[in-house]
């Protein structure tokens, strides 16, 4: 790669006000009112480039003071500080990135500060370069360019020939309870099947062990992972320490994107059988009246929500406890005001960087986003109140 990749620019922030980030109330389809009213007034911020010319970086997170992140492609990078991004020297397995495939999810350990220890979900390709699974690892950073394997947690989430619905969002709950977003590989049997990791939300430990509670244990095999299923291809997890709540993001067809509220052993009703079909209703309640219904839902025109976070700390004003939601087709990220298991408010800001691929708030409490626009033009941003 070019070294014009790791330019870290030192750039006056741009403030971006009320008027110019958030753009109109859209239309929306579900469970909520239809045009949810806006907030009385939004805080301006200011939005700072952290590291530009990367090509679709996927996820970021934190070890300590080091920022990692990973693109697509292949690889993944740390930054300290104002220093260039660094390439971390690690045993990556043959990536498989085509399509919506390759590097995908990052999270670091919840005790990351004192034990190094981060996780990423990958696409993995056989020796001769076909689709084999989508597997999470385990991982320690031993310096800024340098990490070492330490297990395999999860193997086997399947992966399309056509990297199509690859998923693969990682977050902890806790200190050792890690959930994993995954996708149905386009494949109509997948989100129903309990035998099967795709299109569902996974609950394991960080050590790889699976806990006796999750809700289908007993079933044996691949179920004992199993957190909800019914699910077409999770993008985002992100957890409201508040309420004690789960919400997950979900890419739709072209008739509806979804917010859940993830609950423990929930169906949430995505079937496409016979063959894939796509124009099944994403919670159909027909087939299964029981399905949980989405908390919001886009409706036409979708926009293609992808990763998620909370808001929280004084530092956002009224916007603390929101939750934010990038958006690939919709360019930009979607704030939603939450009230118990409600969305009640929506918003749309940050509508000048294209794709924003996810949000991830960081240790500093400012929003961090990526963007995943292709070619050399994607970066990290850093979003702050002003």
Request: glycine share 12%; charged share 20%.
């Amino acid at each position: 790669m070019p070294s014009r990749l790791f330019r870290s620019r030192t750039t006056r922030p741009l403030l971006v006000g009320f008027v110019a980030a958030v753009t109109a109330l859209v239309t929306t389809a579900g469970p909520i009112a239809p045009t949810p009213p806006a907030s009385a007034e939004a805080p301006s911020v200011s939005v700072t480039p952290v590291v530009e010319d990367l090509t679709i970086p996927w996820d970021v997170t934190w070890v300590g003071p080091v920022m990692l992140f990973n693109q697509r492609g292949g690889g993944i990078w740390s930054k300290r500080g104002a220093a260039a991004p660094k390439k971390v020297s690690m045993p990556l397995p043959k990536v498989y990135a085509k399509g919506e495939s390759g590097m995908l999810g990052l999270v670091a350990d919840p005790k990351a500060a004192s034990n190094g220890y981060f996780y990423s979900c990958m696409a993995v390709a056989t020796a001769k370069g076909k689709a084999k699974d989508i597997e999470v690892w385990k991982w320690r950073l031993v310096s800024d360019t340098s990490a070492t394997k330490v297990k395999k947690l999860v193997t086997g989430i399947p992966l399309a020939s056509s990297g199509r619905h690859s998923g693969c969002r990682l977050r902890f709950r806790s200190a050792e309870m890690l959930y994993i977003g995954t996708g149905d590989a386009a494949q109509g049997k997948v989100p129903q099947n309990l035998k099967s990791l795709g299109g569902k939300v996974l609950r394991v430990r960080s050590s790889g062990s699976i806990p006796k509670s999750n809700p289908f244990y007993a079933k044996g095999g691949k179920a004992r992972y199993v957190w909800t299923y019914g699910h077409r291809n999770v993008q985002g997890i992100a957890f409201r320490s508040s309420a004690g709540q789960i919400w997950s993001v979900e890419h739709g067809t072209d008739r509806d994107d979804e917010v859940n509220l993830i609950a423990k052993g929930g169906n949430y009703g995505w079937s496409p059988t016979p063959g894939y079909n796509e124009k099944r209703s994403m919670t159909d309640k027909k087939r299964f009246p029981k399905a949980r219904s989405a908390k919001w839902r886009s409706g036409r025109p979708t926009v293609a929500t992808s990763g998620a976070a909370f808001l929280t700390g004084s530092q956002w004003g009224d916007w603390d406890g929101r939750l934010a939601v990038a958006m690939l087709k919709g360019e930009g990220v979607k704030v939603f005001t939450l009230s118990g298991d409600s969305i009640v408010e929506q918003q749309t800001i940050l509508t000048a960087y294209g794709r924003i691929r996810t949000v991830q708030q960081g240790p500093d409490a400012a929003l961090y986003f990526t963007t995943s626009n292709g070619s050399g033009t994607d970066g990290i941003y850093r979003v702050t109140r002003r």
